[in-house]
């Protein structure tokens, strides 16, 4: 492979591409991506990878800065990965975000929605309450590093704390690192995911799942549990696969959530999937169950449940809510869920959404609404299977514009629905994740 040429060159950055990059065309017109560079802005860009149809550069100097440019916070940026956005007013990110939805929704679904809805926003920092922790112990610097991944994915960043994740944890990574420093294992713990329910009387409702590539130790386990006590964090270990998880200290404790716009408690257990962003999490829903407008009579599908974070608000107001999950765990808890909070007519069901659902007798009930908040993957599979016409409205939510833009195309363009109205949601302020909503209606 030939040797990249990093000599600085200049660059006038046209446009901003889905991951937050500058977009920019070299000499001979082939298109650069450039790390740091935002639209309107000349920078001296320094070339670091080479693709067929583009090249790749990072921001080596801005030359006239755009005024939309803001001083990132952390001292970090352009080295950690888990932000990619920082240098872009908070106001503007959320914009290029909605650009890069309907740009896709243009592109790849040829639809374009009646009505762009107005973007939801919260809390542009502390915001993360679940995430997953690198660590390694690096015998160079005599030290353990633990936090995001580098922009180089082989490398993790060695930050002392993060801004975007809730205070309670991002304000002790470098403990956190101290802490793996001094034990026996320190170079058998790859990772430690952090998640955090509500506050309790006598818990941070925060805890910590250390993965273990080796039995530990007793003094290490001591050293587990004695950080816990001082911080109020639950300590649990992960010897395995995800069912090895098992609680070091203490014994019992309750995880939990709560959505007080509908008087709801959602329990939940240390590798879950929660939405990560608690304050936006609520302004979804609300959005979500607005755009369905569901009635007291109906009966609603909801596909890709979880716990049952859109089954249970919807529980509270209508009929019957029947909500799918492949994840046969997260279907027994959001039954148990169901139950603590008194709802009889959420009903849950474990089934493989990407599989062949005509053996599943509640494929067959009947159903007047359809929500379904999918992974990254999209819905298209199980939007072919079911019998669209039986539905009034779809409401469909999005962690991935791509696969949203897919999916309406299918909708619209071979089955007859119109794209009422889609916006975007910062989920993720200063990264450039783009979360979605979409509401559909038979023409």
């Not at 890069?100 to 639809?111: A, P």
């Not at 679940?130 to 660590?135: H, N």
């Not at 320190?186 to 009387?201: M, V």
Request: include cysteine.
């Amino acid at each position: 492979m030939a040797r990249i040429d990093q000599t600085p060159f200049e660059a006038e950055i046209t446009g901003l591409t889905h991951d937050g990059r500058g977009v920019a065309r070299r000499e001979n017109g082939k298109a650069v991506f450039v790390a740091g560079a935002l639209p309107g802005e000349r920078v001296m860009a320094s070339q670091t990878g080479r693709n067929r149809n583009f090249d790749e550069a990072k921001t080596v100097e801005v030359l006239v800065a755009a005024p939309e440019r803001v001083e990132p916070r952390c001292a970090h940026f352009g080295v950690c990965s888990g932000c990619a956005m920082q240098h872009y007013a908070e106001d503007k990110q959320i914009l290029a975000k909605q650009n890069v939805l309907l740009e896709n929704l243009s592109r790849i679904g040829h639809v374009t929605p009646e009505t762009v809805l107005p973007p939801l926003t919260d809390a542009a920092w502390g915001y993360r309450r679940k995430g997953r922790f690198s660590v390694r112990r690096v015998d160079k610097k005599d030290k353990t590093l633990v936090g995001f991944r580098e922009v180089d994915p082989r490398f993790v960043a060695d930050v002392a704390f993060c801004h975007t994740v809730i205070p309670e944890i991002g304000d002790k990574v470098a403990a956190l690192a101290t802490l793996v420093d001094g034990m026996e294992a320190r170079k058998d713990i790859p990772q430690i995911e952090f998640i955090a329910g509500d506050r309790q009387a006598d818990f941070s409702g925060i805890a910590l799942t250390i993965r273990h590539l080796s039995p530990l130790s007793e003094a290490d386990k001591a050293a587990l549990v004695a950080f816990g006590q001082q911080h109020g964090f639950a300590i649990f270990l992960q010897p395995g696969g995800v069912d090895s998880v098992h609680p070091l200290w203490p014994e019992q404790i309750k995880l939990a959530f709560s959505l007080p716009e509908w008087n709801l408690e959602f329990n939940f257990r240390p590798l879950d999937f929660i939405q990560v962003n608690a304050g936006l999490n609520g302004k979804m829903i609300r959005s979500a169950l607005d755009l369905l407008d569901a009635q007291p009579d109906e009966r609603v599908l909801d596909l890709f449940c979880g716990l049952g974070n859109f089954t249970l608000p919807l529980a509270r107001s209508v009929r019957e809510v029947v909500g799918v999950e492949g994840e046969a765990g997260l279907v027994l808890r959001a039954r148990e869920n169901a139950a603590n909070n008194g709802l009889p007519n959420a009903q849950f069901h474990a089934a493989d959404l990407g599989k062949d659902l005509s053996g599943h007798t509640w494929m067959r009930e009947g159903f007047d609404k359809l929500l379904l908040d999918p992974p990254r993957s999209g819905a298209d599979f199980v939007l072919t299977q079911l019998p669209l016409k039986q539905f009034k409205r779809i409401v469909y939510v999005s962690c991935h514009p791509a696969s949203l833009a897919r999916d309406a195309g299918y909708l619209v363009n071979e089955r007859g629905w119109k794209l009422k109205a889609a916006g975007v949601m910062d989920m993720f302020p200063h990264t450039a994740h783009v979360e979605s909503i979409a509401m559909f209606e038979p023409r």
